[in-house]
C-alpha cells in the first residue's frame, strides 16, 4: 500500500492521472464507483475521486475520515470544479485545527 496513488472517475477526467503514473479506474455511475473505492481502499494509500462521484457518495466516503488511510480526496473532472473539493478540505482542516484558517 505504501505510495500507491489512485483514481476513479469518468474515462476522460483520469486520462491525465494516467499519465502522471496514477492508476486509473474508470466508473459508467456512482455504483460502479463506490465498488471501485472499496476494492481500492485494500491496496492503495491515496485515492482520488472526481467530485461528482465523491458528492454521490459522501456517506460512504465518511467511513474513511478516521481512518489514517486510504487518504480519499475529491478532484474536479474535466467538467471543472464545482466548489465541493474545496468545501471538503475546509471542513476537515475546520475538524482537526479548530478554526478555518484559509477563508
Known sequence: MQGKMAI?????SITVFKAAGVA????????AAKELVRKLAKEYAIIFITEEFSR???SFL???DEEP???VLSVPS??????YGDEL????????LGV????
Open 56 to 58: 454521490l457518495l459522501e
Open 69 to 71: 488511510y486510504p487518504v
Open 100 to 103: 478555518d484558517i484559509l477563508f
Open 78 to 83: 474535466q467538467k471543472g470544479t464545482t466548489g
Open 62 to 64: 465518511k467511513r474513511f
Open 24 to 31: 486509473a479506474f474508470p466508473a459508467e455511475n456512482s455504483d
Open 8 to 12: 476513479v472517475g469518468d474515462g476522460e
Open 89 to 96: 478540505i475546509k471542513k476537515a482542516m475546520e475538524r482537526a
